[in-house]
């Protein structure tokens, strides 16, 4: 694969996570102001249907994939030395990668099978 078409197919991550998270949020949004009388228990309820679990999954995942793509390419972009920019993406990965297993298990303690 050819660097522009790697440039590309994260301009196309980055949009369509970007659709996504809008539509997750708006969807999450208008169910909230349509009931905003519910307690823990009707909350968790809703999220532990399997498909809103499986929506949520989905917005963590493309919330990850939309922050790294936009991280990566402001480091690739604006700093300099390479050893800096590295231990800085290994270091965002990190987080990423906890963050994503941290959303996994909070879900999972709600989901109901």
Do not use: C, E
């Amino acid at each position: 694969m050819t660097f522009r078409a790697q440039g590309m197919r994260a301009w196309l991550l980055q949009r369509l996570s970007a659709i996504y998270l809008g539509i997750y949020i708006l969807v999450l949004g208008t169910a909230w102001l349509l009931n905003p009388d519910l307690s823990w228990q009707d909350w968790r309820g809703f999220n532990g249907h399997p498909f809103v679990a499986v929506s949520t999954a989905l917005f963590f995942a493309s919330l990850m994939v939309h922050a790294w793509v936009g991280v990566r390419d402001v480091l690739v972009d604006y700093v300099p030395h390479s050893a800096v920019r590295l231990v800085l993406l290994i270091g965002i990965a990190t987080l990423l990668v906890a963050m994503a297993i941290w959303s996994s298990f909070i879900l999972l303690s709600v989901v109901r099978i």
